[in-house]
Each structure stands twice: as C-alpha cells, then as structure tokens.
C-alpha cells in the first residue's frame, strides 16, 4: 500500500523510524495560572520529535534520535531520559560552545490564547545543526526519516539541512514530515512559514492541522484545499481537531486519491499537550505494520487518546493486542468509545455510551 516503506534484507540492522530535532528540557508547572504566578516547576522532556521516537519505542519499534545538546547537565537529562524510553541516542552529538535548550510553559492548551511559552533556545547547540555535522549515515538508516517543521525554524543551518533531506534523491527512506507550525519560532527571521509548504512537498508522508494551513498559508477551504496545495506527497494526513481526520492517499505512482475519514474518539482530557506528536507516532507505527489507512489513523488516535489523559507530554500507549482491537471497531462502535485516565491499562474497561 502506498506510503508503506518496503523491508530490505539489512532492515535487521537498522532502525525502523529515525527522529531528527531538538528537544529540550521542559518545566512543568505545579500549578495553572501566568507564568509570573506560578511558584515552582518541574522538570521534564519535551521535543516533536523525541517525542515520536520515544511513543514508537514504547510500542515495540525501533527507534533512534538524532540530535545536538550541549556539554552540559541539562545534555546529559535529555540523552539519559530519550535512552530509557529504549530509543538509540548514539547519534546524538555534543556541543561544547552552546547549550542545551529549555523552556517554561504554562498548563493551559496551546491553542489557547492565556498560554504560555517562554523557551530559552536562541544559540542552543541544536539551533547549529546543519548538512555538515549531523551524521548522515545515522539518518538514512531507518525505514522511515521522521522530520518536524520545528527544526527549519531554529536557523538557517537548520533549514538547509531539511532542504536537503527533504530533496528527491533515489534510495531514501520514506520521509515523514509532520508541519507543527509554531508562529512564536518564526518571528523576525528571514524565512516565513511558506517553507514549511516547500519541505512538505518533498515528503513522501506529511501531517498538517487544518488551523495550521491557515495560519501558516491562509488556507481557510479545508482538507480538499489543502491536498491542492500539497499534490506531490503520497500520504496527506489532515488533522481536523476534534472532527478527526482526513486522509488523503495514493495506491501506486499514477494512481488518483484514496480519501479516508477517521473520526476523533471521544476523550476525557487532563492535559491537552503532546497528543499531535503521539498521532504521528501511531499512524507511523501502523504504517510500518502495512495496516489499512483507516487503521492507520485509527492507531493515531488511540496514541493521542493515551497521552491527553495524562498529565504529560509522553506515556506508554495501549498495549497492540489491545489497541489493535479497538481499530479494528466497526464504526458505530468505534463513535460510541470515550476514553479517560487509566484506560490503557491491561484490566481497565474501554468505556462506550
């Protein structure tokens, strides 16, 4: 099916997903409320795509991360807290000049106009990548290069060395680019958000929010308009919120769209961080396992539902057996789920209405 990367004889050796981008150390609040109120902080992970590797990692895949962190503490939490989710950090490299980047967030949802964000990154080692110092060998050897839109953001060292994976070439891995638009990481730089239009239509694999397409390229007409301005990439997953999703795909070269919409489960949420890059994860994982794209997304769902009922960024998804259950739902049971806290667990019942 298209948009499944094909196994090779050395696949044993290699990765099944490879993750470029920066991550940085996050403080959490203990509270809710302005950052000038908030009286301590805790201290986590965060980062697009160190987020997907660590979800896949945790179901089953193997995974690895590319990056640069500083030479110092904050380098050594990231590689340590990535490595324990059972992700390969060798790749990751250490800058003696700059620092690891980290940031402060408020706990209220991104989209919301109270959040917010202050990140302490401008000159972070990661910001230094660039086609010369990241290991090339390292990102070619999964059966599928997952790439961020965060990263052409953080300099124009970044952006070349996306350009340059993002090119056609022959013998590359399947290229999964998820858009994440962040307006606040593109102010008063030379490039704009419409490099985010170019990257993704070198992908083979793109994911992109119908309110990221109008922020970042003022398309207001839907999922229909969006596959108009991205025609090349073989899989479009378009994120519709709470509506779902919408997939547009392609069964072979020459072939016209397959259009598949996968409605949203229903989800009690505690937190509403982190759920895009665990929908990438799960609809990676069940690309990689040749399913259906109904299941596909299905899957990217169920990752999602995992992480917007708990508290932070990363969890452990449903186990497959189970998950895999729950897609292959027919669709009136699939609308009648609702799902909350705990209810990955092995002996936790799946609530329907």
């Known amino acids: 099916m298209s948009g499944t990367p094909a196994r090779t004889a050395a696949d044993a050796a290699t990765a099944d997903v490879v993750c470029l981008g920066e991550s940085m150390v996050t403080f959490l609040p203990s509270q809710p409320g302005r950052l000038a109120d908030v009286p301590s902080f805790g201290r986590g992970i965060g980062g697009a795509e160190s987020n997907v590797a660590c979800a896949l990692a945790r179901a089953g895949h193997r995974a690895a991360w590319v990056s640069r962190v500083g030479a110092d503490g904050f380098g ?6 990535i490595s324990a989710y059972g992700v390969d950090t060798s790749a990751v490299r250490r800058d003696p000049a700059r620092p690891t980047g980290i940031y402060f967030r408020t706990a209220t949802d991104r989209a919301a106009d109270v959040h917010e964000v202050a990140y302490y990154r401008a000159g972070s080692a990661a910001s230094a990548m660039s086609p010369a110092n990241v290991p090339r060998e390292a990102l070619l050897a999964g059966r599928v290069l997952h790439l961020s839109g ?5 300099s124009a060292d970044c952006l070349a060395l996306l350009r340059e994976l993002t090119a056609p070439r022959p013998g590359r891995p399947l290229v999964s680019f998820d858009v994440n638009h962040r307006p606040g990481l593109w102010r008063g730089g030379d490039a704009t958000p419409d490099v985010l239009l170019e990257l993704a239509r070198g992908a083979d694999l793109v994911f992109v929010g119908e309110d990221e397409a109008e922020e970042a390229w003022g398309i207001t007409a839907g999922a229909e308009a969006i596959r108009e301005a991205l025609p090349e990439p073989a899989v479009l997953v378009v994120k519709r919120g709470a ?9 072979g070269a ?3 769209d397959v259009v598949t919409d ?3 489960l229903r989800v009690d949420v505690v937190a509403p961080v982190g759920a895009g890059d665990a929908f990438a994860a799960g609809f990676l994982s069940a690309t990689l396992r040749g399913l259906p794209v ?3 997304a299905r899957h990217g769902h169920l990752m999602a539902a995992a992480v917007l ?7 452990d998804p449903p186990a497959r057996d189970r998950a895999d259950h729950l897609a292959a739902l027919d669709d009136a049971a699939w609308g ?8 990955t667990g092995d002996d936790t019942e799946v609530r329907s209405t």
């Open 76 to 81: 050594d939490h990231l590689v340590d807290a």
């Open 150 to 154: 965060i990263t052409a953001a953080l």
């Open 243 to 251: 509506d779902g999703a919408t997939v547009f795909a392609r069964p």
């Open 254 to 256: 020459g072939c016209t």
């Open 262 to 264: 996968v409605p949203a």
């Open 294 to 296: 109904r299941d596909r």
């Open 309 to 315: 009922t708990v508290a932070g960024d990363l969890t």
């Open 336 to 343: 009648r789920l609702r799902l909350g806290p705990g209810w």
